[in-house]
């Protein structure tokens, strides 16, 4: 079984069915979050406490009844559903089923030949419509000869909070008042139960349906607003005696039924179809708030657009609309390699940062986790794609993320829905991702790259503050709500803000000074592997001391080019940075122990617990730059003095320490044994350049050998520790091969390939042509840049097969031992996929405000005419950049740029062009181009 892919991500497959616990989003702008399965499983929802169809986990859309069905009932004979449940009465074990889908829609193509019926089912969300989804559902007669049907369809509604499915399931179900329409049912239960305090209720949820048939309106004989009712005794929402027997419907426009689990069921008359005649049903079914008087027809307002949707063109016309929105969200994204089946994938990888921000973290099967909302990851890495396609837009949403910054360096971890909404930690847990800080500054670097808005840094935002200090160790006695969440002084109460600089230096610093005993930085709660959850005491991450310590060096450059641009010569910060950047007598920092480092990080958490002095220093750009570069390059020389190992023929990093303080992935001194290592080790001292060119080939060597499974897409995580390592963490509780433990995990895997094409950066400028370290330092570019690209190209051959991933289009969470893509759609791997794919493979991206061009594919992405092309948005204009590639094959990372043409007129390149550096097109140029036209062509010929 294969996707098989069409244009603009539509594709198809042939008995979808036969996949287990596959599900499809439906979703739109304004919030309505659904998934669907070939069975009509999933459930819908707006939020936690708002879902309008039974919530399911993983195991539901297996086991579970369906939330949506419709049946069709044929006298004398049998009753069919076209969702094809087998033992419904008629079930056609030969029946042919296909799936058609594009974007956010989702066509189901069944046939019974007992019956001699076909039918065709539509679903989709209207994208810029209110909070509900439509079916549209065409029954045809192929039996060739004269058929009488009975249509009966039904929705489960059901109207509450996700806690109340295990917590007063029935007492719950005994607010429930439901309406009964003239085409349909509205459920308005009384009260929001919640044992705390129950609330008024003005949420309604409703169901509604018309039938046609040779362009006039079918009769409704009846409806059915009691599950009960529907069920019967012996039958269940799957086999429904109501159906199954085509008993009546009880119950008609003006009824009111109370204090049961309702259903929106709805069963027309009977209708006879010659041979080749079709009839449609139209349903739809929603949310929205009406506190008003309820009565038939039920509440206008809220249900005009629902009934609009009712008409057959209408709501075709509504689906159509609903492809071309999404296609339009990702049209900055759209790349065209020689292969159609990866640009049709690419659309749907382009897409799923945007359906994580819809659907938060919580809100589909797999994550049945948490109560809504994103992490403060994702608040950063959802941001990627966004800077790509709409980098003006992000400029807000990024001085809104810094809103939640503390003081002390962590960060606030319940997000609220509003852009720099942050919340107290109703759970009292305190906890400190010690990665957290160094995410911001990932993201703020590509906003500054892309758009050259340097002023951006020095905009001021204010702290978050809650009763946790001293980053997440310590509950503070003298906060109260009553506080507020912003950060005040300690005389006078006066609300601190810093520049977005400040807040950056404060995250970074309080890292660097937060060291273990060997120097790297302290595990603390966790770091981006959650897993590594259990050495709180003694543990160590390695792998993010080397990202920390790029970052440091990063920021200073972030400092100096402030400087340069006659930004800021210096900068007025809180006095009690003073600890974290100088010494007691003012002497600048020099390479501290670790003990000092974790003393002045102590001592500067007990200066700000209660909040700041007011008081401030006045310090240079070029001193601060200094002092975060020692930094920086101090950690990065830990990491590859302290941290890198060689045994056989084997090279590697440690990654961690445990809980007593021991490497995770220490050599065991026996040069036949292969060593056990974690991908996440190799990932961050790579990209931030730590190896030499030789030390370099060999890690990568490495993991090839130890990690590569072709079986699941790639690189796993981690190799089999064979081991529970209570002092390390939950994940090797875990079977091997599944999540954190050794699975495909394609966040990491992404990162891996950006790695290697970053490592490079670091070293770059010290290297030349001519000399034998410059010779050896561009094989090894072209070496990774291969590897980086058939890592990325690994995850989408193994995802684009359904027999094996077992998934609908996209990048998953993880590849486990099986083979089977988990956790779908919602993952940050996304939009890192995309901005690798774009700004390094493909090599174009901005460059603090200009345009660099700096290709690294090779000849597998260019098609038969030498073409490789993207659609992307660069200074303000959009782009159809277009590269010509010989046909010899070339070198990935060995392309020399021989021209460039934007709107068919020249542009000059250096005659000095080194390999590995590109061109860099001043931004002005760009913008400047042909102002009437919409989209500006660059084309690219390499050599």
């Not at 009975?150 to 005994?174: E, N, P």
């Not at 079914?285 to 027809?297: D, H, I, S, V």
Request: charged content about 20%; glycine content about 10%.
């Amino acid at each position: 079984m294969t996707n098989q892919y069409t244009e603009n991500g539509r594709f198809s497959q042939d008995n979808p069915e036969a996949i287990r616990g596959i599900y499809f989003p439906l979703m739109n702008a304004r919030g309505y979050k659904a998934v669907i399965t070939p069975r009509g499983k999933g459930d819908a929802k707006l939020d936690q406490n708002s879902f309008l169809f039974p919530p399911v986990s993983e195991q539901d859309v297996i086991n579970g009844p369906a939330a949506r069905n419709l049946w069709v009932h044929v006298p004398g004979v049998g009753s069919w559903s076209v969702f094809a449940h087998e033992g419904d009465g008629v079930h056609d074990p030969g029946s042919e089923s296909r799936l058609e889908a594009g974007m956010l829609w989702y066509r189901l193509i069944r046939t019974n030949r007992l019956l001699g019926l076909k039918a065709v089912a539509d679903f989709f969300s209207p994208a810029e419509g209110g909070l509900l989804e439509c079916a549209g559902v065409e029954i045809s007669n192929i039996s060739g000869e004269d058929r009488e049907i009975v249509v009966t369809g039904a929705y489960m509604l059901y109207g509450r909070s996700a806690d109340s499915v295990r917590d007063h399931r029935h007492v719950t179900s005994l607010l429930n008042r439901a309406w009964v329409l003239e085409d349909g049912v509205i459920l308005r239960p009384t009260l929001s139960f919640d044992e705390r305090g129950h609330n008024p209720n003005a949420m309604c949820y409703y169901g509604l349906a018309a039938g046609w048939y040779q362009g006039s309106r079918m009769a409704v004989d009846g409806f059915f607003a009691d599950q009960a009712d529907f069920t019967g005794e012996a039958g269940c929402m799957q086999f429904p005696q109501a159906v199954l027997d085509n008993t009546p419907a009880p119950a008609g426009p003006g009824d009111r039924v109370d204090g049961v689990e309702t259903l929106a069921g709805f069963r027309f008359a009977p209708q006879s179809l010659a041979s080749g005649q079709a009839l449609t049903i139209t349903m739809v079914a929603g949310l929205g708030e009406y506190p008003g008087r309820m009565e038939n027809p039920g509440p206008a307002e809220l249900l005009q657009e629902p009934r609009n949707l009712l008409d057959v063109q209408a709501q075709r016309r509504a689906l159509q609309d609903t492809e071309q929105y999404w296609l339009a969200q990702i049209r900055r994204m759209r790349i065209r390699t020689g292969t159609q089946e990866l640009d049709s994938w690419l659309a749907w990888v382009a897409l799923q940062p945007t359906m994580r921000r819809i659907f938060g973290c919580s809100f589909m099967p797999h994550h049945d986790y948490g109560r809504g909302g994103r992490g403060w990851r994702d608040l950063w890495q959802d941001c990627l794609a966004l800077l790509l396609t709409e980098p003006e837009q992000v400029s807000d949403l990024l001085y809104h993320n810094f809103a939640g910054v503390r003081i002390d360096g962590s960060n606030a971890t319940i997000i609220g829905d509003k852009p720099g909404e942050f919340l107290a930690d109703r759970n009292n847990i305190p906890r400190l991702w010690m990665d957290h800080g160094a995410w911001p500054l990932l993201t703020l670097e590509l906003y500054l790259d892309q758009t050259g808005d340097f002023p951006f840094l020095l905009r001021r935002q204010s702290y978050f503050q809650d009763q946790h200090t001293h980053r997440c160790t310590k509950v503070s006695d003298a906060w109260s709500p009553q506080n507020g969440l912003v950060l005040k002084t300690r005389l006078g109460g006066k609300e601190h803000q810093g520049s977005v600089l400040e807040h950056v230096l404060v995250q970074h610093l309080t890292a660097y000074h937060a060291a273990g005993e060997s120097g790297s930085l302290s595990l603390e709660g966790a770091d981006w592997n959650d897993g590594m959850d259990m050495a709180r005491n003694r543990g160590e991450s390695v792998a993010f001391t080397a990202l920390y310590g790029k970052n440091l060096i990063s920021l200073s450059r972030l400092v100096r080019e402030l400087e340069r641009r006659s930004l800021a010569e210096s900068f007025v910060l809180p006095k009690e940075l003073q600890v974290l950047l100088r010494g007691q007598d003012g002497v600048d920092v020099p390479p501290m122990s670790p003990r000092l480092r974790r003393q002045r990080l102590e001592e500067y958490c007990d200066l700000v617990a209660r909040g700041l002095s007011g008081d401030t220093i006045v310090m240079s750009a070029s001193g601060i730059a200094r002092i975060l570069a020692e930094m920086g390059e101090n950690l990065l020389a830990q990491v590859g003095g302290q941290e890198f190992f060689e045994q056989g023929d084997y090279s590697w990093f440690n990654g961690y320490y445990d809980d007593h303080h021991r490497r995770l992935e220490q050599p065991s001194g026996n040069p036949q044994e292969e060593p056990n290592i974690t991908l996440t080790g190799q990932t961050f001292p790579i990209m931030a350049g730590v190896p030499g060119p030789e030390q370099v080939q060999a890690v990568v060597d490495t993991v090839r050998r130890r990690l590569w499974d072709d079986d699941l897409g790639g690189v796993r995580l981690n190799s089999d520790f064979k081991v529970v390592k209570l002092d390390m963490g939950r994940l090797f509780g875990f079977a091997y091969g599944h999540k954190e433990n050794g699975a495909m995990f394609s966040h990491m895997a992404v990162m891996y390939a950006y790695g290697l094409y970053a490592w490079p950066d670091r070293l770059l400028s010290g290297a030349s042509n001519g000399d034998g370290q410059g010779n050896q330092l561009f094989q090894a570019v072209r070496d990774l840049n291969r590897e980086a690209e058939r890592v990325l190209l690994s995850i989408w051959d193994h995802t684009r097969k359904a027999d094996l991933n077992r998934l609908y289009p996209g990048i998953p969470e993880y590849i486990n031992q099986q083979g089977r893509g988990m956790y779908p759609y919602l993952t940050g791997s996304a939009s890192w996929y995309m901005l690798t794919l774009l700004t390094q493979t493909l090599g174009i991206r901005g460059l603090r405000g200009d345009v660099l061009i700096r290709p690294r594919f090779t000849r597998a992405l260019v098609d038969d005419r030498g073409v490789l092309e993207a659609d992307i948005y660069l200074a303000g204009r959009d782009i159809t950049l277009r590269y010509l590639v010989p046909e010899k094959d070339p070198s990935a990372g060995d392309y020399r740029i021989t021209r460039i043409t934007l709107q068919g007129r020249d542009m000059e390149i250096a005659p000095d062009q080194k390999p590995g550096r590109g061109v860099t097109i001043p931004a002005s140029l760009v913008t400047a181009a042909d102002p009437g036209a919409e989209t500006l062509l660059m084309e690219v010929t390499v050599q």
